[in-house]
């Protein structure tokens, strides 16, 4: 979501500043960097936030916090980078991918359980997105596809015992390996999700051959 304007606290959002916000809000972002990425003030998007829009009094006992104070414990709260980073992934490049293809009526996106797959705001994200997501038991990295993967991509990259002198080298020969798989390799790891399903099944929970 990228987009900026100046203006104030007092200013009345359009609904299109407000869908950038709420954007933005899904995402994990707090209110300062919503209103460093607008150009505004903290107080302006926390207004809408909670529903003011910079014009409703409240109402109440009085609040104890400044807003600044609030602002800044909302953010340490809410702040998750690695799962902001997980969503700035998926949007650039999942729903990039999803957009390009024919409707998506049977389509099911899968991912492991890692934390930052797991986490409140990437689920968020997904199910903000209609992306159908597989069912996924818990300590089953056997099951996911990707690590066949990264075992044949080190195979490839030691091969002969191969040793690298610096980072940038060893960068290079991860990217030269990861670019020489087919897309077929990635076909059949894919397609070999019903089997790796039903071998779970199979063995009640078990670890797999995969």
């Known amino acids: 979501f990228i987009f900026k304007n100046v203006m104030g606290s007092g200013k009345k959002l359009t609904e299109y500043e407000k869908g950038q916000i709420d954007g933005r809000r899904a995402n994990g972002d707090g209110y300062l960097k919503i209103a460093k990425a607008f150009g505004c003030s903290a107080t302006a998007v926390a207004n809408y936030v909670k529903g ?3 014009q409703t009094k409240r109402t109440g006992r009085p609040k104890k916090l400044t807003m600044q104070q609030e602002v ?22 999942l729903i990039t991918f999803i957009e390009a293809l024919p409707p998506r009526q049977n389509m099911t996106f899968q991912h492991d359980n890692a934390p930052i797959h797991a986490s409140y705001w990437t689920n968020f ?49 991860i990217l030269d390996a990861w670019n020489g798989l087919s897309l077929q390799t990635f076909q059949n790891h894919i397609e070999s999700m019903p089997n790796r399903i ?13």
């Open 198 to 210: 039903f071998h779970v099944i199979h063995r009640n929970g078990d670890a797999t051959d995969y």
């Open 52 to 54: 003011k829009t910079g």
């Open 72 to 93: 800044q414990i909302i953010n340490m709260t809410s702040n998750s980078t690695k799962s902001l980073s997980q969503i700035k992934v998926l949007d650039d490049h």
């Open 125 to 173: 994200f997904l199910s903000r997105n209609s992306i159908n997501v597989l069912d996924w038991p818990a300590c089953s990295p056997d099951l996911n596809p990707i690590e066949n993967i990264w075992g044949q991509l080190v195979r490839i990259i030691y091969a002969e015992n191969k040793q690298y002198k610096t980072v940038a080298e060893l960068k290079k020969a």
